[in-house]
């Protein structure tokens, strides 16, 4: 998990008793804005129901008939309400306003962590525990009922899909990915072959995977590789990770970013671990 | 009628802009109440706790991408959607006259207040 157990911030645009309606176009814009600085935003409207507000700050804009109090404290005390009046500002003075009493919202700036992270489906999972061993950036974690976790959606490598490549029961989805399963279409029986020659090609290679991608990576970075590579079973080998790095698709940046050997192994070892330790739980308190 | 939920999935762009912002014009000129949110993965990833108001009391419909993924983003955040009562609209398949359709209910005519 990421950060604090806080809500961002909100921000209700209020149009019911007791209030003149906000201009349409002001409406439109200021809505499309507030949800690209990041903020969640409730419009409020006569006889309608928004989601209640329960922890966080809740900022209420409004073309008011009567004057408000500029701060509110609502029943559970884990909301700070705050009131102002937007009557008399432009779009750009109420962006301003909005900015200064909830602060910048502590979502990605352009260029920052993008919300890519592995999503399971549990109504597909079995807990066979392969993603935890096979991730090597702790991603994943097992709860204390022995179940996969996802628990540090920040440690993922952005773009790549590759534990999603390594789950037997296409499980692992992942939301912002550009084609399906992954981003959560339906699952055909197409998906599922793929699905069964992709541990093939793992098998094939008959080792570690990262070990070997990180063999290959190394390789492209050496200038004799072309020599080195002129052996037919070598070649084989090359045409054979390509074919993984291609179906897993691992980013070459992330291939680039690989720890060292020595640590991948580390790693390795660890993940398994605790694989085999989650496992060892599950089967024993089935017995 | 139920709540409505639309998600701007404001770091990618895998829904398509034109059909996201269209919704979006369509909804804050529609009259009725919703929530609107940055982006439901981002809101995942953190746990943030209004994922829980949203997914709690009745039923609710959700305008963002596939019903699977958004399922599972709320169930990761220990929110699930009810079972019964939650309806996922899917904007990176859909055209915006369909989502609207979903979401407001056929026919909907707008009570545009200004
Ligand atoms: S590899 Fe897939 S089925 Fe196995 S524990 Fe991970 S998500 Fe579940
Ligand atoms: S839930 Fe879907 S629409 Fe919303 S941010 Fe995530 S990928 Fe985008």
Redesign the pocket.
Known sequence: MIGTLKSIPRVALYEGEGSRPIAGPVRAELTRLLLEKGYAVSSIRPGGQVAPATSGVLLVLGEFLEQKPLEAVAETDAVKVLFRDIAALDVPKIMGLVESLCGTTPLPKPGGWKPWFPV?DFG?????????SFCLFDVYGVSTEGK?QVQHENHCKTDCPACSR????V??LFPKYRSGPINGDEINSEDLRRESMKVDISSLLGGDIYQALRDRSDKAKSRFSKERDEDRALKERQRCLTKLQEQLEIPPEVLASLPSLDQIQAKAVQAKQRAADALGMNSAQLT | MPRIVYCHCAYAQVVPKAVKEEVLRRLVESGVAFDAVADLCEMSAKRDPMMKQLSQEGSVKIAACYPRAVKWLFSAADAPLPLAGAEVVNMRVETADRVIDAVLGEGFKQTESA
Request: aromatic residues 0%; proline residues 6%.
């Open positions: 399971i597909r999972c079995t807990n066979c525990m392969q993603c935890l996969i390594v789950c037997p029961e499980a692992i």
